[in-house]
């Protein structure tokens, strides 16, 4: 696609509910990158995947998020357990190996 | 301390001005400087990315990078309402230009017609 693609926009669901964000990234872009934008923290890094191994699991904030990509392509995030804190906009970003990220508009997750 | 400072503004300035934004870094590791704009409820949108220190023009932005100052700025040109977004930096460790960025907090802007 011309652009990175995040599904769904927005989601909301009840504490203690697991759920899966999804990135389809820039064709051809064999870096995918995941972050959370929130007010309070603003921009902050999860995971990092070149192809579809993860070298920088660093910003992942417990053991309840994980994420995977497949055929050097989509990518899952997901969130199990789920608990208000975790409410914020999950960002996806791409890009070829030595360029600039390129973002999707995110997907807004609520957590009532 | 964050690693990255920048002044959340909000900044507001009239139409045709020249806007200048900033952030400074405490970790001299950084190498790969960039600047996003993200307008209300989308994703941040690349702008400008340098490496080196001095000026890159493109249009009516130039970024500017002083690494022995540990200092970044961007600036507008002939503002327009629609560059008004939060303009947020973003850096990259090391010696690799790909990898996790770190961003400052972000910059509202406002041009007032």
């Known amino acids: 696609g011309a652009g990175v693609s995040q599904s769904p926009s927005n989601k909301v669901t009840e504490k203690g509910k697991d759920v899966e964000l999804r990135c389809d990234p820039i064709?051809?872009?064999?870096?995918l990158y995941w972050y959370r934008q929130s007010l309070g923290q603003g921009l902050e890094f999860l995971i990092y995947?070149?192809?579809?191994?993860?070298?920088?699991k660093s910003g992942l904030p417990s053991d309840r998020f994980s994420a995977e990509r497949t055929g050097g392509s989509v990518s899952t995030l997901t969130i199990q357990r789920t608990q208000q804190e975790d409410s914020a906009v999950y960002l996806c970003?791409?890009?070829?190996?030595?360029?600039?990220?390129?973002f999707g508009d995110g997907t807004r997750l609520s957590i009532l | 301390q964050k690693e990255v400072e920048q002044d959340p503004g909000p900044l507001s300035v009239p139409e045709g001005a020249i806007v200048s934004l900033n952030c400074t870094y405490s970790?001299?590791?950084?190498?790969?400087f960039m600047w996003y704009r993200q307008y209300s409820r989308k994703g941040p949108e690349l702008l400008m990315y340098?490496?080196?220190?001095g000026n890159k023009e493109d249009g009516r932005f130039t970024a500017q990078v002083d690494k022995s100052s540990k200092y970044i700025s961007l600036f507008i040109r002939d503002s327009q309402p629609s560059d008004s977004a939060t303009y947020l930096c973003?850096?990259?460790?090391?010696?690799?230009?790909?990898?996790?960025?770190?961003f400052g907090q972000g910059t509202i802007l406002t041009v007032h017609p």
């Open positions: 995947f070149q192809g579809n191994s993860a070298p920088d």
């Open positions: 340098t490496y080196s220190s």
């Open positions: 064709s051809g872009h064999t870096a």
């Open positions: 973003a850096m990259i460790l090391g010696g690799t230009s790909y990898g996790k960025l770190t």
């Open positions: 970790n001299s590791a950084f190498q790969y």
């Open positions: 970003a791409s890009s070829l190996v030595g360029a600039a990220q390129h």
